[in-house]
């Protein structure tokens, strides 16, 4: 729900007379001071001091404090979409020790694009400093009780990366592996299962896989299929994984044994997506007469999730 301040509080609050210009969106907002920050919040509906945002952040990152203000904010043209930009500012100068979301976006986004450099070819590509600096945020991230990021602050963290981002993330240990630049494919993929713990051991052994060791690539990632501590979807995924290095002998076995421990226990759902990964991994092998028999498996799982949810239909594989 909005935090709405009582109008005794907001009067409480002096609403700076110092405004940001129209130029902001070009500029940033560095070079802006404090109070300006604040006469703008305050003038477009947000009366906010230091310590109503330090309250705030608690229990929100900036876009979620941007998000409780939405509902009073009155900026439109230049200024609609300052309060995100406001609260991410306010946040880098109130609480410098506290690394934001963006922050961590940004750091990296750099580390992808010199990752990427390197790549291409080009001398400059400044990925130790990157790594460093990736690194020294990595430190300062918030973590759960086991140990993983918190889930809100990656969904903050990951919300303004695109698609073609999100697939240079997942290919880029891989690629550098492939291209003979093994130490930072080991550490990007470490970052990765960090930032991604469903994701652990899985991109470690996709490098090796790219850098040729295919068999032992292979026999770490049956084992994380078969790990009964790991949640579904990281099973899932190191299936998926199989599939990748077309080990589609394991793929197939293993996908088999999760589908029917999956359907054994009731989780129709995950049961339902390994269907079209085995029809994937049967194809390959022209595997005919497995392709038979899944149909018959997926004919059988969608009426049990149909009896369960009717109405609520799932996207068909390939129909």
Do not use: C
Not at 65 to 94: C, H, M, N, Y
């Amino acid at each position: 729900m909005a935090r709405r301040w009582p109008a005794s509080r907001a009067a409480e609050i002096q609403v700076s007379t110092q405004r940001v210009d129209k130029s902001w969106q070009q500029k940033g907002l560095k070079e802006y001071s404090t109070e300006a920050l604040l006469g703008t919040l305050g003038h477009y509906g947000i009366a906010v001091g230091e310590d109503d945002f330090r309250k705030l952040a608690e229990t929100a990152f900036p876009l979620g404090i941007a998000q409780q203000w939405r509902p009073q904010w009155k900026g439109t043209g230049p200024f609609k979409d300052f309060a995100v930009a406001a609260a991410v500012e306010l946040w880098s100068r109130w609480l410098p020790d506290r690394v934001a979301p963006m922050e961590m976006a940004d750091t990296l986004a750099n580390l992808m694009q010199q990752l990427s450099f390197l790549l291409g070819g080009r001398q400059d590509a400044a990925v130790d400093a990157a790594f460093e600096k990736m690194n020294a945020v990595r430190a300062k991230m918030p973590l759960d009780e086991k140990g993983a990021p918190q889930e809100r602050f990656m969904r903050e963290a990951l919300a303004p990366f695109t698609e073609k981002q999100a697939e240079i993330f997942d290919s880029l240990a891989e690629a550098l592996a492939s291209s003979g630049h093994v130490g930072h494919a080991e550490s990007f993929a470490d970052l990765e299962e960090f930032l991604l713990p469903d994701r652990r051991g899985i991109s470690r052994a996709i490098v090796r896989a790219a850098k040729g060791e295919l068999g032992p690539a292979t026999e770490d990632m049956v084992k994380l299929t078969e790990d009964t501590e790991r949640s579904p979807i990281a099973r899932l995924l190191a299936v998926d994984g199989l599939i990748h290095i077309k080990a589609h002998g394991q793929a197939a076995a293993a996908a088999r044994t999760l589908l029917a421990a999956a359907e054994n226990g009731g989780d129709l759902h995950l049961a339902l997506d390994l269907v079209p990964r085995l029809e994937h991994v049967y194809k390959a092998q022209n595997d005919r007469e497995s392709l038979l028999e899944l149909m018959g498996i997926s004919e059988r799982l969608e009426a049990a999730h149909d009896k369960i949810h009717p109405g609520h239909r799932r996207h068909r594989h390939g129909r």
